[in-house]
C-alpha cells in the first residue's frame, strides 16, 4: 500500500510515524515495502508492523489515569441494549433519517449484557485543543491504536460509550443540537478526482475541512464524559460480525463527521473496506478495562 504526500493532523504521534514509514516505503523496491497483511479480525500481523512510537506524552493527555483505565482513557461499564428503538416526534429531514427531537423513553429489545472497557476521552491522536487525524484507514488507525497498546473499539463498545445506560439517541440528550457538537454544517461536494493526485489532495482537503480542536465543544460529551462521539470526524470501529458475501467488510464507521448526515449514538456505516480513506474519517482507541490487583495479605503485626 502506498500513500500520497498527504498532510497529517499535527500531534498524530504514532499515527503520523506511521504514514510517514508507508510513505517512504512507496520510493522502496518492491520487495522492501510494508505489508497490508492483517489478521482475522483485521488488527495487523506483527511482521507487517512498522516501528512506531508512542502518540503522546503523558502531559499532553487530559486527566490522570481514570483508575482501571491507562491515562487519558475513560472507564465504560454498565448494562447495554443491543437492540434499541426511538420514537422521532419532530424530523429535520425524514429521507436522511435526521431527527430534531425524539421521545423517550427508548425501547429495549434483546438480551440485556454487560459491557466494561477503557476508551480514550477524545478522538485521535486523544489530546484536547487538537484537530483529531484524518485521511486514515482502517489499517492504519488498528496499527496506530496497537502501537499504544490499545485496540479499535467494536461498534457495541463505541455505542455504549455514546448513549450510556440511558440509551440516549444523541450523547447530549434527547434533541439534536448543533451547537453541542460539531454536526449540521453546510455540505460541500468534494472533488473526487483531486484525491487521486497527490498534488491536489492538501488544498483539496483544506477547501473541505470543517473540524473543530477535540474538546472545544464542552457539551458534546457523552454521559461517560467521552467527546466529540457524534461529529466531528467519523470514527472506525470493529464490525464483529462482517457478512462477505454481502460485501460487508469487518470495518465500519460510527459518529458520523460534521455535515448533515444522522449523526446519532446507534448508526453506523459498513459499506468502506478497510482501505478506504477520506477527508473526514478518523478514529479513536479502546482498551481492555484492568481488573484491580488483589490486595496483598499482611502478616499479623505487620
Known amino acids: 500500500m502506498c500513500l500520497p504526500a498527504v498532510r497529517v493532523a499535527r500531534g498524530a504521534g504514532a499515527l503520523a510515524t ?3 514509514a508507508l510513505a517512504a516505503g512507496c520510493n522502496a523496491p518492491a520487495s522492501e515495502r510494508p505489508s497490508d497483511a492483517v489478521d482475522a479480525r483485521g488488527e495487523p500481523v506483527e511482521s507487517a508492523a512498522p516501528s512506531a512510537s508512542p502518540s503522546a ?4 493527555l487530559e486527566g490522570a489515569a481514570a483508575g482501571p483505565c491507562p491515562e487519558g482513557m475513560v472507564p465504560i461499564v454498565g448494562k447495554y441494549c443491543p437492540y434499541v428503538g ?5 424530523w429535520i429531514e425524514e429521507h436522511r433519517d435526521r431527527c430534531r427531537r425524539y421521545a423517550p423513553p427508548p425501547l429495549c429489545e434483546g438480551r440485556i449484557v454487560d459491557k466494561s472497557l477503557c476508551m480514550d476521552r477524545y478522538e485521535y491522536p486523544n489530546q484536547a485543543g487538537v484537530l483529531p487525524a484524518v485521511m486514515v484507514s482502517y489499517i492504519e488507525a488498528a496499527e496506530a491504536c496497537r502501537a499504544e497498546g490499545k485496540r479499535l473499539c467494536t461498534e457495541d463498545e463505541w455505542t455504549f460509550a455514546c448513549e450510556g445506560e440511558e440509551r440516549l439517541p444523541y450523547p447530549y ?3 439534536r443540537d448543533a451547537t453541542a457538537c460539531n454536526i449540521d454544517r453546510p455540505y460541500n461536494l468534494p472533488d473526487f478526482e483531486a ?3 497527490a498534488r491536489r489532495i492538501a488544498p483539496e482537503m483544506e477547501r473541505l475541512d470543517q473540524r473543530v480542536p477535540s474538546g472545544s465543544r464542552p457539551r458534546c460529551k457523552s454521559p461517560f464524559g467521552v467527546f466529540d462521539m457524534t461529529g466531528n470526524v467519523d470514527e472506525w470501529t470493529r464490525n464483529e460480525s462482517p457478512k462477505p458475501e454481502r460485501n460487508v467488510d469487518i470495518s465500519s464507521l460510527k459518529g458520523g463527521y460534521f455535515g448533515p448526515i444522522r449523526a446519532r449514538c446507534r448508526p ?3 459499506s468502506h473496506n ?3 480513506r477520506f477527508y473526514q474519517v478518523g478514529f479513536r482507541c479502546c482498551a481492555d478495562l484492568a481488573l484491580a490487583e488483589p490486595a496483598a495479605p499482611v502478616a499479623p503485626g505487620g
Open 57 to 60: 506524552a503523558p502531559d499532553a
Open 195 to 197: 484525491f487521486s493526485h
Open 86 to 90: 426511538h420514537r422521532c416526534v419532530e
Open 268 to 270: 453506523v456505516t459498513r
Open 18 to 20: 506511521l504514514l510517514g
Open 274 to 276: 478497510r482501505w478506504f
Open 173 to 175: 440528550g434527547w434533541e
